[in-house]
């Protein structure tokens, strides 16, 4: 067996379905096109939405849910949702496994043995799948957020942007309470060519929890999220702001508007203005300019891409 022969757009299709059936990490948008890159699949983000809308949420792991993985695990597991999955012709079955079988094969038979962690499509914890693809001026080449974990009252936000050019600064921001109820904290120069290397901001989204704001504050970044991240984490921005991107354009006190649903995220400047600001903008020294890093953050792409070396 080949990787070529598993590595199919049905074997991607199949990933994408399943990660938006259990509420997976925003990770997937970024590892999953890189994959498929090494193979020559283009993994269109738009696409990534059309599977999420069809796709219910039937699994709901914490930190977002309830549940946990051993839960899942004790329910059927991973085959068990696709069984659900396919029963609905959401599953490409006849597509090879690396058993040397194909899905069908592997999930034959497999049954949901607590409902109660593994939903029916009936009773899905949400009608559509775990991740979105936002668009807008802030984020022209996309950005995603898992929105299984997002709090009801904070799938359409609006506020004043609070801007960090590190991961460090927005933490420090956070803890010495400068961060109130309706901020949103903007942290940027953490994508893959700026960080170098996209960190996670896992640091800053549990902050956030830890002060009792993950259902009052929202956080935009060029930078990634643990699957570990709750909240209104939108991540990903492309392009990002080392190349140049809107989030780089952005003023502290800009107002920001997310809508989830409607699948936007927009700074509320206009289009001249924001043409004004990237003329007076100037690319930083890169943080890192030798060794492996150095020539990393010269060849990366942006996360819209899955951050592939060019």
């Not at 080949?2 to 299709?13: D, G, K, N, V, Y």
């Not at 890159?37 to 069809?54: A, P, S």
């Not at 930190?63 to 059927?76: N, R, S, T, W």
């Not at 927005?170 to 960190?199: C, F, S």
Request: hydrophobic content about 40%; overall charge neutral; proline content about 5%.
């Amino acid at each position: 067996i080949r990787p070529s022969e598993i590595l199919t757009q049905e074997a991607f299709a199949n990933a994408f379905t399943v990660d938006m059936a259990i509420g997976g990490s925003t990770n997937t948008v970024l590892h999953l096109p890189a994959i498929a890159h090494e193979v020559g699949i283009q993994l269109d983000l738009n696409w990534v939405n059309e599977v999420g809308y069809k796709t219910p949420h039937l699994t709901h792991l914490r930190p977002g849910g309830v549940h946990y993985i051993q839960d899942l695990d004790q329910a059927g597991g991973i085959p068990a949702v696709m069984s659900v999955l396919a029963e609905k012709g959401l599953i490409h079955t006849a597509a090879k496994s690396v058993t040397g079988k194909t899905i069908g094969d592997n999930i034959a038979g497999v049954k949901v043995k607590l409902p109660d962690v593994i939903h029916s499509f009936d009773n899905a914890y949400h009608a559509e799948g775990g991740l979105a693809v936002l668009w807008g001026n802030l984020a022209p080449d996309g950005c995603v957020v898992k929105q299984a974990a997002v709090a009801p009252e904070m799938m359409r936000h609006q506020g004043p942007a609070r801007v960090f050019d590190s991961e460090e600064a927005a933490i420090r921001a956070i803890w010495d309470g400068k961060i109130v109820a309706g901020d949103i904290i903007v942290i940027r120069y953490e994508g893959p060519k700026g960080g170098p290397g996209m960190r996670e901001m896992l640091g800053p989204t549990s902050s956030i929890a830890g002060m009792g704001l993950d259902k009052e504050v929202a956080l935009l970044t060029d930078g990634r999220f643990s699957g570990a991240s709750r909240g209104a984490s939108i991540g990903h921005i492309s392009p990002e702001a080392m190349d140049g991107g809107p989030i780089a354009l952005v003023r502290e006190g800009d107002r920001i508007n997310i809508d989830i649903p409607g699948r936007k995220v927009d700074i509320l400047v206009s289009d001249a203005e924001l043409a004004k600001r990237k003329l007076e903008w100037k690319q930083p020294e890169p943080r890192v300019k030798t060794g492996y890093l150095g020539r990393y953050s010269r060849l990366v792409t942006s996360a819209n891409t899955g951050a592939v070396l060019k």
